[in-house]
């Protein structure tokens, strides 16, 4: 496989392992053991070693390997680890007292979610009460951020640029077990030459030694993934960015628009962001190429669009908390980054799923729990499919990180980062909100919000930083909202 090598040096976040040591081999040597114990029979469901097992049964499985649904299902977790999905209830299985049934009901199953952009001490719209905020304090933001996603079913998170390696942070407190959270694959701040990001990086990494001297750096520190932003690059900075980070087994992300974006795949960056303007020639060479591509589409709101999602979500019944209907039309507004491109975003993401370009889900806004299911939400909006948007969610992500063996598919001798849904999501993509579940490697995660925790909404609305900017937005989109604070449907 083309991204086999990305493997080698990617030890897997979240992994839980004795004396707090992350050891993938140890990993891996333990999900073959019981693969092989399975085959040899030397393991019943309840057993394999002694750990927890955890009998999901009448479930409806979607695996996202691309399969149809599998009805009425038994899905048993030991320990970390899948080891067993057969057909009909459980019945005839061992009452061993560490041995815990749940019946679901005809729940959905389906792997953890993955937001593959997020910053996640970024509050967008800006925050004034926040302008001041120590360090610190932003390094435990990032964290509630993360554990909110967990709640929402996001197991994987990628960091798409972090400062001062708050990312690295959070992965190593999650991997450690001081705290259950997502798996963190982080980032570091993004490598940018002098002016980058148009304009707005002042003291960049200019020349080839000094991009390559940035992207060392960074896996030093620990990180799993490489953020460029290319469209400033000379030629022989891209290439010095993608060669080292290749040599060092991790894989390169762009914040890009064209023509940069046509360069970058050309130049071997296995993943882009946002691709504003993305044109059919480079879909046609990301196709064929295998590069990945995460669209961000929340950054490229028009008014018809978040008129027409909202519209949507409140049918379904979504908008009951008029707290986050408000809070999440502010931050599409200040995620009108690029209206221009709206129209042509949408149908260049459905061109490059047509194309076969393996699609990723990632919010770029936070938080990551609700605004990464937006992005679901909005791809099936935008003309993508169900299934592949699931699939953008699962597997794709996991495949770009040299994971799908592991993570990314219900699958026997997998890790058990999975989801449980009511409702189909292949009927209606905004099922996935209804989460009763989640397991993140085999340990069930606590959805409710304890006594004395905020949410992580709480940071933007804090400071009634969003009166007059909200009220000017939500006229923009025609909104009106009674004394009920429900939002009246649109047109
Ligand atoms: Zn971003």
Redesign the pocket.
């Known amino acids: 496989m083309r991204l086999r090598r990305f493997f080698r040096g990617i030890e897997i976040p979240g992994m839980r392992t004795e004396r707090g040591v992350r050891m993938r081999r140890t990993r891996i040597s333990r999900v073959c053991l019981a693969v092989v114990m399975m085959l040899l029979g030397l393991a019943d469901s309840s057993s394999a070693g002694g750990e927890e097992t955890t009998i999901l049964t009448n479930v409806n499985v979607i695996d996202c390997t691309g399969a149809p649904v599998q009805e009425n299902m038994t899905v048993v977790i030991t320990g970390t680890t899948i080891i067993s999905i057969t057909t009909g209830e459980a019945s005839g299985l061992s009452e061993n007292p560490s041995t815990r049934v749940v019946d679901l009901d005809g729940a959905f199953v389906l792997p953890g979610f993955w937001n593959m952009?997020s910053?996640l001490s970024e509050v967008f719209p800006d925050n004034p009460a926040l302008a001041d905020e120590p360090i610190h304090a932003r390094v435990v933001r990032a964290g509630i951020n993360a554990m909110d996603g967990l709640r929402h079913g996001f197991t994987s998170v990628r960091s798409?640029?972090e400062v001062e390696y708050i990312d690295v942070a959070w992965q190593q407190i999650f991997d450690q077990g001081f705290l259950i959270g997502p798996r963190v694959f982080a980032s570091g701040e993004a490598v940018s030459p002098t002016a980058g990001h148009r304009g707005m990086v002042a003291d960049g990494d200019d020349g080839v030694a000094a991009v390559r001297r940035a992207v060392r750096t960074r896996v030093q520190h620990g990180v799993s993934a490489i953020k460029i932003y290319n469209v400033e690059m000379l030629p022989d900075e891209l290439e010095a960015a993608v060669e080292t980070a290749h040599s060092l087994g991790v894989h390169v992300m762009t914040?890009t628009r064209e023509p940069g974006a046509y360069a970058a795949v050309a130049a071997g960056v296995d993943c882009l962001?946002h691709g504003y303007g993305l044109t059919d020639e480079t879909i046609a060479l990301m196709a064929e190429k295998g590069t990945f591509y995460d669209p961000?589409i929340i950054c490229n709101l028009s008014d018809q669009y978040i008129r027409e999602r909202e519209a949507r979500l409140a049918v379904l019944g979504h908008s009951e908390d008029t707290e986050i209907v408000r809070l999440r039309t502010a931050i599409a507004y200040a995620d009108e980054r690029s209206p221009e491109f709206a129209v042509h975003q949408r149908l260049a993401l459905v061109k490059a799923a047509e194309a076969g370009v393996k699609l990723l889900i990632g919010s770029?806004s936070m938080p990551v729990g609700e605004i990464g299911t937006l992005e679901m939400e909005q791809f099936v909006l935008s003309g993508v499919s169900e299934m592949d948007t699931l699939i953008a969610a699962t597997r794709n992500p996991a495949e770009l990180l040299g994971l799908e063996e592991m993570l990314g598919t219900v699958e026997v001798g997998k890790l058990a980062d999975l989801v449980v849904v009511k409702g189909n999501p292949l009927e209606n993509i905004s099922n996935v909100r209804n989460v009763l579940m989640v397991f993140k490697d085999g340990i069930e995660v606590d959805l409710d919000q304890k006594l004395g925790t905020a949410r992580y909404w709480d940071y933007f609305s804090s400071a009634g930083s969003m009166s007059g900017y909200l009220g000017k937005a939500e006229s923009a989109a025609g909104f009106q909202r009674g004394e009920s604070g429900s939002a009246n449907q649109p047109e």
């Open positions: 952009h910053h798409a640029g914040h962001e961000t770029d």
